[in-house]
């Protein structure tokens, strides 16, 4: 949920905290191009297979693909790389989605994933994801 006002956050916490379900706030952070985009990697064994930068559809704050966003493949430096292993690596995942936003100041690390969704993700790069985790499950064997 997107929220712009204090008093929209005590209503939706208070209901929340009735249901007895946990709160899990993250700061909406503005596009700087007016463009809402993120960057997905997927890795998988200390490995990244490939990576998508997702685009939002119109009228839509969140990019993920099940919601309308559009995945196009992309290309990661060697510091990308570097901090998206890094961040797989701390939290200790062997299969991982990570996501980050691009700003002027480097990338912003939103989440990373332990169950990340790859439909978009397949159909933008032609990787067959869970191919790669058969292969790395079968490989840990």
């Given at each position: 949920?997107?929220?712009?006002?204090?008093?929209?956050?005590?209503?939706?916490?208070?209901?929340?905290?009735?249901?007895?379900?946990?709160?899990?706030?993250q700061e909406f952070i503005k596009p700087e191009?007016?463009?809402?985009?993120?960057?997905?990697?997927?890795?998988?064994?200390?490995?990244?297979?490939?990576?998508?930068?997702r685009s939002a559809a119109p009228g839509e704050f969140r990019s993920n693909v099940h919601r309308g966003g559009t995945p196009g493949i992309i290309d990661l430096s060697k510091r990308e790389q570097n901090l998206a292993l890094k961040a797989v690596s701390a939290v200790g995942l062997d299969i991982a989605g990570v996501d980050w936003l691009e700003t002027s100041k480097g990338p912003v690390l939103l989440e990373i994933n332990a169950t990340p969704g790859f439909q978009g993700f397949e159909s933008a790069t032609g990787i067959d994801v869970a191919k790669a985790i058969i292969s790395f499950a079968q490989d840990m064997m």
């Amino acid at each position: 949920m997107l929220i712009h006002q204090k008093d929209q956050l005590e209503a939706i916490a208070a209901t929340l905290w009735a249901l007895k379900q946990p709160i899990l706030l993250q700061e909406f952070i503005k596009p700087e191009n007016g463009k809402i985009s993120d960057i997905r990697i997927f890795v998988i064994g200390g490995k990244i297979i490939g990576a998508v930068r997702r685009s939002a559809a119109p009228g839509e704050f969140r990019s993920n693909v099940h919601r309308g966003g559009t995945p196009g493949i992309i290309d990661l430096s060697k510091r990308e790389q570097n901090l998206a292993l890094k961040a797989v690596s701390a939290v200790g995942l062997d299969i991982a989605g990570v996501d980050w936003l691009e700003t002027s100041k480097g990338p912003v690390l939103l989440e990373i994933n332990a169950t990340p969704g790859f439909q978009g993700f397949e159909s933008a790069t032609g990787i067959d994801v869970a191919k790669a985790i058969i292969s790395f499950a079968q490989d840990m064997m």
